[in-house]
């Protein structure tokens, strides 16, 4: 009874390998030859699979780049998930972000992040693209944010104005990081805490009972 189970275990490991390896090949060809020279063909050749299997994984190229971008999502949102339900929105968004950034700069390397963050920057299509990225994921948690305070986001602005405020200190963060010579975890974390924190400066640890007052 465990053939099938274990077969279709391999299968999805399989894929999962094959996703990885086609975004780290379009990372590295965006990277050096730069996003509008690189072609499908090209991705996909480094992967030794064809163009139309390339599909089977992604839209196009432009879902390659942000891919990364996706998994940081899921990664912030499952730290935040994870902190303490008596925990206040400040302190959780901000320990759920820096929770991201160690995750993500360890496991890629900070040169290598830095270098992803300056690729889709300097690319106006890939920079509307991380936008609407960007604007859907703040969107989950603004979500989350509220439900963890028992709010209701309609009618009660801060857990919109505390995400867009956290995140707006991160991504001041990462360009300050990217023109810092030191291209270390530890500096990375430090400028993005002093980002998050200037930019939160005005929002309480704890929230009181006037949805129109912090």
Known sequence: ??????QGGLRARK????????????????LTKG??????????????????TFFRYFAGKEDVALAKGDEFDELVLDALSAQPAAEPPLPALRRAM??????????????RFLQVQHLINKTPALLAGNLRRAAGSE????????????VDQAHDMRPRVLVGMVCAGLRIG?????????????????LAEEAIDLATAGIPQRWGDDPHTW
């Open 1 to 6: 009874m465990s053939a099938p189970t274990d």
């Open 15 to 30: 894929k999962q390998r094959t996703r990885a390896a086609l975004i780290d090949a379009g990372l590295d060809l965006f």
């Open 35 to 52: 996003y509008d020279a690189t072609t499908i063909d090209e991705i996909a050749a480094e992967v030794e699979i064809s163009s139309r």
């Open 98 to 111: 820096l929770a991201m950034i160690h995750e993500a700069a360890a496991g890629d390397g900070v040169r």
């Open 139 to 150: 969107e989950r948690l603004t979500t989350e944010i509220a439900a963890r305070q028992g």
């Open 174 to 190: 990462l360009e300050t990081m990217c023109a810092d010579p030191r291209r270390d975890l530890e500096r990375l974390v430090e």
